[in-house]
């Protein structure tokens, strides 16, 4: 069983709309869904590692979009008063696995109708247009995603699973040459596999899956941000190496993070469902 699984986090979602709504879930390889009205234009994204997927009804029509992950912090068009609904997988999960691998989706998005057939077009864009609630939202993913995607076949005991546990275990602070005395395989394969499993190399997907690790810990104890705890916590050898790394990523260090976050009203924006 995976322990310590990451839930990945873009908290600058939040700050462009009033009503940011999320539900986990930590199955069938899906981390949560989310959903919110944009009220800007741009929105900010930061290294997760993960795929979106997102339905946006704008102007009596809805599209959708699937976006990989940034290798850097970035910006996405939003549309004011469009309203979003999308589905964040975890690490390594590829919904679009016989089209595109997952380096390919690193740094870009495509038009995800355009992958699938006419028949489940029509169904998902409609019956997500007609929805009524962000559960209804949910189970119509849901109803799609089972009939097509078998995540039973990622086997948490095969190679890429131990993989990632090791990863999340050590807060991405595990190095290549560790795996490869655990796993009994070659540095050489194993950094094969992991670029093609995650769709980066095994470097920048330790130092996301850190980060991540450090945005969860800035979230969670927002208001009462210790620099030293949440570095060591999430896998940084020292308080300036943290700094140094999470401006990299976020374009901020920690504090002006948490700042930003809360004179922007993160905490009273942000609904998480159970």
């Given at each position: ?6 839930n990945?986090k873009?908290p600058e ?8 709504t ?8 899906i981390?949560?869904f989310?959903?919110?009205t944009a009220e ?22 809805m599209t ?9 912090k970035?910006?996405?068009d939003?549309h004011i008063n ?6 964040r997988f975890?690490p390594g999960?590829n919904?679009?696995n016989k089209?595109?691998?997952l380096s390919?989706l690193?740094?870009?998005?495509e038009?995800?109708?355009?992958m699938?057939s ?6 998902l864009l409609?019956?997500?247009?007609f ?9 119509i993913f849901?109803t ?23 990863i ?9 040459t ?8 070659s ?10 499993e ?10 996301f ?7 969860s ?9 210790n620099?030293?705890?949440?570095a ?8 300036s ?9 976020s ?16 905490d ?6 159970s």
């Amino acid at each position: 069983m995976m322990t310590d699984r990451l839930n990945p986090k873009q908290p600058e979602f939040v700050l462009v709309t009033s009503d940011y709504t999320k539900k986990f879930v930590m199955k069938h390889n899906i981390a949560h869904f989310y959903q919110f009205t944009a009220e800007s234009n741009r929105m900010s994204v930061i290294p997760d590692a993960c795929v979106d997927i997102l339905f946006v009804k704008q102007d009596g029509k809805m599209t959708t979009r699937i976006a990989g992950t940034r290798l850097e912090k970035g910006e996405t068009d939003t549309h004011i008063n469009s309203e979003v609904f999308g589905v964040r997988f975890m690490p390594g999960t590829n919904p679009v696995n016989k089209l595109m691998k997952l380096s390919e989706l690193v740094n870009n998005e495509e038009i995800f109708e355009e992958m699938i057939s006419y028949e489940d077009r029509e169904y998902l864009l409609e019956s997500m247009f007609f929805a009524q609630s962000f559960e209804e939202k949910i189970h119509i993913f849901l109803t799609y995603y089972q009939k097509y995607f078998d995540w039973r076949l990622e086997e948490k005991t095969g190679l890429k699973g131990v993989l990632l546990d090791e990863i999340m275990k050590s807060n991405g602070n595990v190095k290549l040459t560790e795996l490869s005395i655990f796993t009994g395989y070659s540095e050489r394969y194993l950094n094969k596999k992991i670029h093609e499993e995650f769709g980066m190399n095994p470097k920048n997907l330790m130092r996301f899956i850190r980060f991540q690790k450090a945005v969860s810990q800035l979230t969670a104890t927002i208001n009462q941000f210790n620099g030293i705890d949440t570095a060591l916590s999430s896998g940084y050898y020292d308080q300036s190496h943290f700094i140094k790394e999470f401006k990299k990523l976020s374009g901020l260090t920690p504090t002006s993070y948490i700042d930003n976050l809360l004179c922007n009203s993160y905490d009273k924006k942000l609904h998480v469902l159970s």
